[in-house]
């Protein structure tokens, strides 16, 4: 996470504690994707200033950021619920709504990332991120920063489960040779 900025980090490890408390309270992971998810997955090459997450229990994860200093506020901009730290203005953490990319994504593939301490978030798989990128740029009317995120995300990673991306990809409705990889095979 060194390429991200340092009120980011410090933003991200109050909402990484507020995920921590809502696990706790629910026995279920909130989970932090789209463009944050890809901030961190990229190491701050594509930064974005909000925090979007699927949490299920609503009340439970109200009551989790609004124990960590989170303020609630409306409307929110593509979310459910919107929070603002007052530390930290300049990020919005966005509840939105749907189940975890429509129950399509393999909730068992996510990773627990430690951002300081006992301070823990959870990501989607690199493969449904950049399947979520490329859906996205699908429907984009053709800005580019999508594919470019998916792009990115392809090339860091390592080990990836082409099956699987090929398959996500495909329930996104994004095009899997947009990243140089054949469909058909």
Same mark, same amino acid.
């Given at each position: 996470?060194?390429?991200?900025?340092?009120?980011?980090?410090?933003?991200?490890?109050?909402?990484?504690?507020?995920?921590?408390?809502? $696990?706790?309270?629910?026995? #279920? =992971?909130?989970?932090?994707?789209?463009? +944050? *998810?890809?901030?961190?997955?990229? %190491?701050? /090459?594509f930064?974005? $200033?909000?925090?979007?997450? #699927? =949490?299920?229990?609503d009340?439970?994860? +109200? *009551?989790?950021m609004e124990?960590? %200093?989170? /303020?609630e506020e409306s409307?929110?901009?593509?979310?459910?619920?919107?929070?603002?730290?007052p530390?930290?203005?300049?990020?919005?953490?966005?509840?939105?709504?749907?189940?975890?990319?429509?129950?399509?994504?393999?909730?068992a593939?996510?990773?627990?990332?430690?951002?300081?301490?006992?301070?823990?978030?959870?990501l989607?798989?690199?493969?449904?991120?950049?399947?979520?990128?490329?859906?996205?740029?699908?429907?984009?009317?053709?800005?580019?920063?999508?594919?470019?995120?998916?792009?990115?995300?392809?090339?860091?990673?390592?080990?990836?489960?082409?099956?699987?991306?090929?398959r996500?990809?495909c329930?996104?409705?994004?095009?899997?040779?947009?990243?140089?990889?054949?469909?058909?095979?």
């Amino acid at each position: 996470m060194s390429g991200l900025p340092d009120d980011y980090i410090e933003a991200l490890t109050l909402l990484a504690k507020a995920f921590v408390t809502y $696990e706790a309270q629910t026995g #279920v =992971a909130a989970i932090l994707v789209g463009g +944050s *998810a890809t901030a961190i997955s990229t %190491g701050g /090459a594509f930064m974005s $200033e909000d925090f979007d997450v #699927v =949490a299920g229990n609503d009340a439970a994860f +109200s *009551a989790a950021m609004e124990a960590h %200093g989170f /303020a609630e506020e409306s409307p929110a901009i593509h979310g459910l619920v919107a929070w603002h730290h007052p530390d930290f203005p300049r990020y919005a953490v966005e509840q939105v709504s749907g189940g975890y990319f429509d129950g399509k994504a393999d909730r068992a593939r996510c990773v627990k990332l430690i951002v300081k301490d006992d301070a823990a978030i959870v990501l989607p798989a690199v493969e449904d991120l950049i399947a979520d990128r490329l859906g996205q740029f699908a429907v984009s009317s053709g800005d580019t920063a999508m594919l470019e995120q998916a792009k990115a995300l392809f090339a860091l990673s390592n080990g990836l489960d082409l099956a699987y991306l090929k398959r996500r990809v495909c329930e996104e409705g994004g095009n899997v040779g947009l990243l140089g990889i054949d469909h058909t095979a």
